[in-house]
């Protein structure tokens, strides 16, 4: 099942069309693909990046409640350990 679409107008200056035709025909591609294929990959990277962003609004909201936390030394120390043959646990959160 494919998606419905809608048609979107967009200006660029008249450089990066020139760019954009010339990167089209090295690929055997249409500029209107490589354009719709570039605005999708925008559109998941600023996603993930909210997605990010919120995760740590989210920790800080859980530390500011339960001051639960893990200091940089224990964090590092278990990093430092992993991929040897002493991997430590990961450190568990305190107070």
Not at 41 to 46: D, Y
Not at 76 to 81: G, H, P, Y
Request: net charge negative; glycine share 4%.
């Amino acid at each position: 099942m494919t998606a419905t679409t809608f048609p979107m107008s967009i200006r660029i200056d008249a450089g990066a069309r020139e760019k954009l035709k010339q990167i089209a025909a090295r690929q055997k591609r249409t500029a209107h693909a490589l354009a719709t294929e570039a605005i999708n990959n925008l559109i998941e990277q600023e996603e993930k990046k909210h997605a990010w962003n919120q995760s740590c609004v989210d920790a800080l909201h859980h530390y500011d409640e339960t001051g639960l936390h893990a200091t940089h030394v224990e964090v590092m120390t278990w990093m430092d350990s992993l991929g040897t043959e002493k991997e430590l646990p990961t450190p568990t959160c305190h107070r």
